[in-house]
T-cell receptor, first 115, second 112 residues
Framework: GAGVSQSPSNKVTEKGKDVELRCDPI?????LYWYRQRLGQGLEFLIYFQGNSAPDKSGLPSDRFSAERTGESVSTLTIQRTQQEDSAVYLC?????????????FGDGTRLSIL | SQQGEEDPQALSIQEGENATMNCSYK?????LQWYRQNSGRGLVHLILIRSNEREKHSGRLRVTLDTSKKSSSLLITASRAADTASYFC????????????WGLGTSLAVNP
């Protein structure tokens, strides 16, 4: 498809389990972002990838969170030993370049529920 | 602290009326962006207005930017039920064009 694709759309898991979330950005978009959005809240920056540069991980809330991206393609966000406070919608966005000049294009997110 | 802060937090209007949402920010910016989020969906980019622009239009949307007051407004004219959504403003972090700082959004309900 032409847009950003995220999978799964919903994930329910037990506390303590690991989860992996996937994002397929728009082809040709060099920048990729992960955000967390808690119910009724704005977006919380998690991590940023730009081309082959080192990712900006400054928003990751703990070492249980990690993300990878291969080149300018798919990215995965992994949460280890999930906690109930990890319950949120995880949104992925891509853009042609830095957001100083380019808008972001979002997927519909993965709704993560930790029981 | 918040860079972009929208007000009001919630707005309820009747179809056909105009809706105005405001966004204030704290530091110098290169641009300011408005996004819409329908319930259960991702965000959709509406308008990007650069710091040297004062007003921008896109269909029924009109965005203004006042850099002296560090504020922007989004006006939706002749609203429709389909405009019901949350609206967010976002600005690049000062000195860093790689990250956007997001407000908490305005929740707009357009009643038929």
């Amino acid at each position: 498809g032409a847009g950003v694709s995220q999978s799964p759309s919903n994930k329910v898991t037990e506390k303590g389990k690991d989860v992996e979330l996937r994002c397929d950005p728009i082809s040709g978009h060099t920048a990729l972002y992960w955000y967390r959005q808690r119910l009724g809240q704005g977006l919380e920056f998690l991590i940023y990838f730009q081309g082959n540069s080192a990712p900006d991980k400054s928003g990751l809330p703990s070492d249980r969170f990690s993300a990878e991206r291969t080149g300018e393609s798919v990215s995965t966000l992994t949460i280890q030993r999930t906690q109930q406070e990890d319950s949120a919608v995880y949104l992925c966005a891509s853009s042609l370049g830095d957001v100083g000049n380019q808008p972001q294009h979002f997927g519909d997110g993965t709704r993560l529920s930790i029981l | 602290s918040q860079q972009g802060e929208e007000d009001p937090q919630a707005l309820s209007i009747q179809e056909g009326e105009n809706a105005t949402m405001n966004c204030s920010y704290k530091t110098s910016i290169n641009n300011l962006q408005w996004y819409r989020q329908n319930s259960g969906r991702g965000l959709v980019h509406l308008i990007l207005i650069r710091s040297n622009e004062r007003e921008k239009h896109s269909g029924r949307l009109r965005v203004t930017l006042d850099t002296s007051k560090k504020s922007s407004s989004l006006l939706i004219t002749a609203s429709r039920a389909a405009d019901t959504a949350s609206y967010f403003c976002a600005t690049p972090r000062a000195g860093n064009n790689r990250k956007l700082i997001w407000g908490l959004g305005t929740s707009l309900a357009v009643n038929p």
